[in-house]
């Protein structure tokens, strides 16, 4: 196989909800990603650029991993933002998070903020401290 194929593709994201409807109110709504299309199969969003493809299964189970993250230039504003928008940061006993919910690694100081969409899919944020 050419994976040389793969370095001129451009990626696509899957997410999955039981309620598609809530998904496209938080991702186009509180997220702010315009709808592309939607067809029987899913709701598609462009993040940027990258397709985002919501599909429903009825019997969705969350996993307890981030699944979707965004890499941001202020994640305090970005923080904030959300905040004021109604998400809530997830807050993991004994990380050390602030109290907006930012963790900064260790040494790096790379900071990360996670939390979920109406699903319990895990997001994040991350503001990298090398650019």
């Known amino acids: 196989m050419n994976t040389n194929l793969f370095a001129a593709a451009k990626p696509i994201s899957f997410v999955v909800t039981r309620d598609r409807a809530r998904a496209k109110a938080f991702y186009g709504g509180i997220l702010g990603f315009p709808l592309t299309q939607e067809d029987q199969f899913a709701a598609v969003?462009?993040?940027n650029?990258?397709?985002l493809r919501i599909s429903t299964v009825e019997d969705h189970a969350p996993q307890a991993h981030t699944v979707l993250g965004w890499d941001v230039p202020d994640i305090v504003a970005a923080v904030q933002a959300l905040t004021s928008a109604g998400v809530r940061f997830t807050i993991y006993d004994g990380f050390g998070q602030d109290p907006l919910g930012i963790w900064t690694a260790p040494g790096g100081g790379?900071?990360?903020?996670?939390?979920?969409?109406?699903?319990?899919?895990?997001?994040?944020?991350t503001q990298f401290a090398r650019r």
Do not use: I, K
């Open 110 to 125: 790379d900071q990360v903020a996670w939390f979920l969409d109406p699903d319990g899919n895990n997001l994040s944020l």
């Open 49 to 51: 650029g990258t397709m």
């Open 45 to 47: 969003f462009d993040m």
